[in-house]
């Protein structure tokens, strides 16, 4: 019969070890955003959104405004990237006051419910979605 001690042990060991695995594909991924080369507002849409029906200053408006709740320099930000992701960058956690300012962003934006919502994954996405379902600005 395993004494206590070493149950206890093993425990702690697999928690430190599941710990230092998840800091290093964090340190991964965050170094491969930090690599990429960063673009300006002209890039952006010249690289990324030169053959779409969207006004260009409102994927910029947009572009700028998710970036800075995904707390990422815009430059670094690509349309293909998972949203979610961002949030496993900082923190374990997706629980967080993050993700409600990004669902209350998207709520006052839009008229749109919550289960077209939930189908967003890339920031393309979302800068489509929004675009597409803006609020009439009064």
């Known amino acids: 019969m395993p004494q206590p001690i070493f149950i206890i042990l093993l425990m702690v060991i697999s928690v430190v070890v599941s710990e230092?695995?998840?800091?290093?594909?964090?340190?991964?991924?965050r170094s491969g955003i930090e690599r990429r080369p960063s673009l300006n507002?002209?890039?952006?849409?010249?690289?990324?959104?030169?053959?779409s029906n969207l006004p260009?200053?409102?994927?910029?408006h947009y572009w700028?405004?998710?970036?800075?709740?995904?707390?990422?320099?815009?430059?670094?930000?690509?349309?293909?990237?998972?949203?979610?992701?961002?949030?496993?960058?900082?923190?374990v956690n997706f629980h967080s006051y993050d993700v409600?300012?990004?669902?209350?962003?998207m709520i006052t934006e839009t008229n749109e419910n919550q289960e077209e919502e939930n189908k967003i994954s890339t920031v393309d996405e979302m800068i489509h979605f929004i675009i597409k379902n803006r609020r009439a600005k009064k």
Request: glycine share 2%.
């Open 41 to 51: 507002d002209e890039q952006i849409l010249k690289d990324f959104y030169y053959d």
């Open 56 to 60: 260009p200053e409102l994927v910029i």
């Open 20 to 29: 230092l695995i998840l800091f290093f594909e964090r340190k991964k991924r």
């Open 100 to 105: 409600e300012e990004l669902e209350t962003f």
């Open 64 to 91: 700028h405004s998710i970036a800075r709740l995904l707390k990422v320099d815009a430059g670094k930000l690509r349309p293909y990237d998972k949203i979610y992701e961002f949030w496993k960058l900082k923190q």
